[in-house]
């Protein structure tokens, strides 16, 4: 199979998609998947490792945001019949978060590849609770080689 239809719901199958492994994954759904875009989800769990008393803290925010880029670069490998390869934050170049969201909330992260060059990946970032502005990032992401 070369491609999946998408919305991709299924745990299992978002988590072939990121280097990331248990406990460690912060996206649980590929919402949407084009050239230079990506949209990804998560539900947030009481057992996630970045919630502290039913409040999803900052760096599960941030760890997400990363995540759905990683889900991208890892969607576009499985395209190409190719294992997702391991990465990691280059740099942050901002981050502002406006609130934190609880347990059992959703949150989806649109991506907008700004550059992609040799493993390089500069993105926009923006997160939404129930359709509203939740957090926005420019971040770089490195494939490790």
């Known amino acids: 199979m070369s491609k999946l239809k ?3 719901t299924e745990k299992k199958v978002v ?3 990121i ?3 248990k406990p460690f994954v912060m996206v649980d759904k590929l919402i949407d998947f084009s050239e230079n875009y990506i949209s990804a989800g998560l539900k947030i ?3 996630n490792i970045f919630v502290n008393k039913d409040i999803f803290q900052e760096s599960g925010i941030i760890e ?7 889900l991208y670069t ?3 490998y499985f395209l190409k019949k190719m294992p997702a390869p391991t ?3 280059g740099s942050i170049k901002s981050v502002e978060i406006s609130h934190l969201p609880k347990t059992g909330d959703e949150i989806e992260t649109k991506v907008k590849v700004l550059q992609e060059f040799a493993g390089v990946t500069l ?3 923006s997160t939404f609770l129930n359709g509203n502005l939740l957090a926005v990032s420019q971040m770089k992401t490195i494939i490790a080689s």
């Open 123 to 125: 993105v926009d970032i």
């Open 87 to 89: 990465g990691y934050i």
């Open 6 to 8: 998408l919305p991709i």
């Open 19 to 21: 280097p990331q492994k």
């Open 64 to 70: 997400h945001m990363a995540q759905t880029v990683a």
């Open 74 to 76: 890892g969607y576009q």
């Open 15 to 17: 988590e072939n998609l």
């Open 45 to 47: 769990q009481k057992d």
